[in-house]
């Protein structure tokens, strides 16, 4: 949350040069506050442990949000009890006469298939299309960003000689932006993936931003340029073990997948994993929802 403070206290300026949120007496007493609406779309099969993670991450502000969960009608994931998303869950038809300050879209199992043979894709495209003028800005995760970027810009992905696992170090290419403030000039996110979306394509596209790289990951962070989609190529939202357990369920499935790195402490899978990518995973959520939502969407929904 802000600093309020008087509107010509010296003090004002060397904050704001620092990037510090200050607000001065003026602009508190014209604020119009409400709760967020924020909606995740989660495509996730493993629905209740995605929604956990993202909620935990969500919550962790004084904002008031209230939340909306939004599972694909064309298709129903097998990992998740009917009773469950009928109880907590509403469909794109039940909320696209709807408007939001916010959208989460997920990452799904399903980056080995070309977008157009993903069973929802044509919902998804719907979704993604109706963002454009009934959300204020949207967060695209893992497999999603891909989809986003090939769906707005027409981004390709591109298949990795083998699957991307561990938890990467990462640089801000433009440390002055809002969605970095509190972030170290190096920080860590979890990734876990076998493709990518193709950097040279998003390195000549003039509407996009690269905001963050990793130099073993890759591309991690990618905005339009008027800050109202990002795409994140990573998982932030990851508990401890998810990375041990996904390693262990392609072990069982026989697949041979790399050891994460940087993940098990002495590479050794017996051992407790260190959890170093939280602080920031809280950070890169609460400034995305502080300076991109709550900031900057309109107090009447029906103006986005």
Wanted: aromatic fraction near 10%.
């Amino acid at each position: 949350m802000p600093i309020k403070i008087p509107n010509d206290l010296p003090a004002r300026q060397v904050l704001e040069d620092e990037h510090i949120f200050v607000m001065t007496e003026t602009r508190a007493l014209s604020q119009d506050i409400r709760p967020l609406k924020i909606g995740i779309v989660n495509l996730m099969p493993t629905k209740i442990t995605t929604e956990t993670q993202l909620l935990r991450c969500l919550a962790n502000t004084p904002l008031q949000i209230e939340v909306d969960l939004i599972h694909t009608q064309s298709y129903t994931a097998k990992n998740t009890a009917e009773t469950h998303l009928t109880t907590f869950y509403r469909t794109f038809a039940d909320i696209k006469d709807e408007n939001y300050d916010g959208i989460i879209i997920t990452g799904a199992p399903v980056e080995n298939m070309p977008f157009e043979q993903v069973e929802y894709w044509p919902e998804l495209c719907a979704i993604m299309d109706w963002t454009q003028t009934h959300v204020h800005s949207t967060m695209h995760i893992c497999w999603a960003s891909q989809a986003g970027l090939y769906y707005h810009y027409g981004i390709p992905k591109q298949a990795l000689a083998r699957k991307l696992s561990g938890v990467y170090s990462h640089k801000l290419l433009n440390p002055k932006a809002r969605l970095f403030r509190g972030f170290d000039e190096e920080y860590f996110a979890p990734h876990s993936r076998h493709t990518q979306s193709d950097p040279e394509a998003i390195s000549q596209q003039p509407e996009l931003r690269v905001l963050a790289v990793s130099p073993q990951a890759g591309i991690h962070i990618v905005s339009d340029q008027e800050s109202k989609l990002f795409f994140i190529s990573g998982h932030s939202e990851y508990d401890l073990y998810t990375l041990r357990d996904e390693y262990q369920r392609d072990l069982n499935n026989g697949l041979a997948v790399p050891l994460p790195l940087n993940y098990f402490p002495q590479d050794d899978p017996s051992q407790k994993p260190v959890n170093h990518w939280r602080a920031h995973a809280n950070l890169l959520f609460t400034n995305w929802l502080n300076y991109y939502v709550y900031q900057t969407t309109p107090f009447d929904l029906e103006q986005i």
